[in-house]
């Protein structure tokens, strides 16, 4: 309903669980999949990774778990979102939006607990090679990604239009060379940007 009362949106297609996701998108072309974590048969990070190596879908896990493992393992299928299901029906809606456009949203909650373990995970930096191609401004903005914040948050932190933080993160990971933002703060742990926080 929620989806369906958007001018912008349309459901194409509902299923079961994960297998049956998977058959209904082998022939439904779909632009955004809400998956569930846990359905019966297979699961939906499963799924997921059916659905993201066969299709140009992108995949928004949605769970009631707020657990890290379900972030990680997500992350790994190739999911580009990772929401908990009472996220308000706004959240959800801009979620499914900024993962259309080729962006990556993680559920606010999980964002700082993940940071700190991949961080755990992450070698030792370097010398910060491969940030040197990034403008002063470009560096602000890739270190606000890695402490977790929105594009909004990025606004506000540094008075700035919407558009033009966009434009920025847009740039940073063209020039990283980053998939989504996910791969944008690794690399920003990676060369020593931001410390894991003990």
């Known amino acids: ?10 459901v194409v297609a509902e299923a079961g669980d994960g297998a049956e996701a998977v058959a209904v998108l082998a022939t439904t072309p779909a632009d955004v999949v809400l998956m569930d974590v846990r359905m019966p048969g297979q699961d939906g990070i499963g799924a997921c990774a059916e659905v993201t190596a066969t299709s140009d879908a992108r995949v928004i896990i949605l769970t009631t778990f707020d657990l890290d493992e379900y972030v990680v393992a997500a992350i790994k299928a190739g999911a ?3 929401l908990l299901k009472d996220a308000p029906p706004q959240e959800l ?3 499914i ?4 456009a080729g962006d990556a949203v993680i559920a606010p909650s999980s964002t700082r607990r993940l940071l700190t373990r991949l961080a755990g995970s992450l070698p030792e930096p370097t010398d ?14 890739l270190l ?5 914040h929105s594009n909004q948050e990025i606004c506000k932190e540094l008075f700035l239009a919407e558009p033009t933080v966009k434009s920025h993160v847009g740039r940073v990971l063209s020039k990283l060379g980053a ?3 996910v791969q944008a703060v690794v690399i920003a742990y990676e060369t020593g940007l ?3 926080q003990g």
């Not at 606000?144 to 977790?148: I, N, P, Q, T, V």
């Open 80 to 82: 580009s979102g990772f």
């Open 97 to 100: 939006r900024t993962v259309h």
């Open 128 to 141: 910060g090679a491969g940030l040197e191609c990034l403008t002063d401004r470009e560096r602000e903005v």
């Open 179 to 181: 998939r989504d933002r």
């Open 194 to 196: 931001v410390r894991p």
């Open 144 to 148: 606000l990604m890695a402490r977790g």
């Open 1 to 10: 309903m929620v989806v369906d009362s958007q001018p912008d949106m349309e």
């Open 93 to 95: 809606l801009s979620a």
